[in-house]
């Protein structure tokens, strides 16, 4: 059954003819990869060299071993790559190196983001979309790619952990529709859930130990926020940049509207992630500071000591808890 198209097909079909007129691909994914970026290169690269095209895919920062899975099969024998495409990329910070080292060019991108940039010379953005691998599923049907069980891997891999396994509030209709088709197709939902969800390694639990023994809460308990520091990512031994679902554990107690996350880069560089419940905005709040994301989920960069982070993150909050 065919995935009921989005409101950008034509984006869809002119990104299609595209890339069936380009013969050798360098696909990019954001520094700091997860399961949407990845999932969606790796679906791209199925896709692509299931008609043929020589495909490589690049990420400026290293892919956790857990997505080993997904570059099964794949031949990614693209040397000289002719054509750039980047995946669930906002803006061209999250490129890292890769921006200067490929051009400073890309040619298409394909996104969901609602604080994309814009920056390619063709742009597929919907930002109703629950994942940017959700618009491979339906780039795969407008070039009448059939689904493999790595294609179908790969996109499901994207779905389920941009949407934390279909229990976030941009699970929608389509969502679950995908989800149905990706089932069909064969894709390994179950192994790729445990992977996803319930697979820890020792350092990660440490560090999320740690991160959990320094939560506090603000505003009458509506705003939480915790701290993971370079010294705790040393005493647990985790140097993994993706932090995975510890960002998302402040907004699971109960009464809290926004939940903060704030990772220390180096000595006075802090990632801020935000997530947020309905009525609170976390795409503006990011915004205040230059960042970017969605609705219930985004973040921003801010600099200093971790006191002045702290205080100018938790004000900023403030403005918009009811």
Not at 186 to 203: C, D, P, Q, V, W
Not at 295 to 305: H, V
Request: hydrophobic content about 40%; proline content about 2%; overall charge negative.
């Amino acid at each position: 059954m065919p995935l009921k198209m989005s409101e950008i097909a034509a984006g869809i079909k002119e990104a299609a003819e595209f890339l069936k007129s380009g013969d050798c691909f360098c696909i990019v994914s954001h520094i700091n990869p997860d399961g949407d970026t990845l999932g969606s290169a790796y679906a791209l690269a199925g896709i692509l060299e299931s008609i043929g095209k020589q495909v490589q895919v690049r990420c400026a920062s290293p892919i956790p071993p857990r997505y080993s899975y997904l570059a099964e099969g794949l031949k990614l024998s693209c040397t000289d790559p002719r054509q750039i495409v980047a995946v669930d990329i906002a803006g061209i910070s999250l490129w890292g190196s890769l921006w200067e080292e490929l051009g400073g060019r890309c040619d298409l991108l394909i996104d969901h983001h609602v604080s994309n940039e814009r920056y390619a010379k063709l742009s597929v953005i919907d930002a109703s979309a629950s994942a940017t691998a959700i618009l491979m599923l339906e780039l795969a049907e407008a070039m009448n790619v059939p689904l493999t069980k790595q294609i179908a891997n790969a996109i499901f891999t994207g779905i389920t952990t941009d949407t934390g396994c279909f229990r976030y509030s941009n699970t929608n209709a389509q969502t679950f529709e995908a989800g149905m088709i990706l089932a069909q197709a064969g894709a390994e939902t179950s192994m790729i859930n445990k992977l996803m969800f319930e697979t820890k390694t020792r350092a990660e639990m440490e560090i999320m130990r740690l991160a959990l023994d320094s939560i506090e809460f603000h505003y009458e308990g509506r705003c939480a926020i915790l701290t993971v520091t370079l010294d705790m990512r040393e005493q647990a031994g985790y140097y993994d940049e993706d932090l995975g679902e510890i960002a998302a554990l402040p907004r699971r107690v109960e009464g809290v509207q926004c939940g903060i996350t704030i990772k220390q880069k180096s000595e006075d560089e802090f990632k801020i992630s935000l997530r947020t419940v309905s009525g609170v905005n976390a795409y503006e709040i990011a915004g205040r500071f230059g960042g970017g994301g969605h609705a219930r989920a985004a973040g921003c960069t801010l600099y200093g000591s971790l006191e002045e982070v702290r205080e100018k993150i938790i004000e900023a909050v403030g403005d918009f808890l009811s």
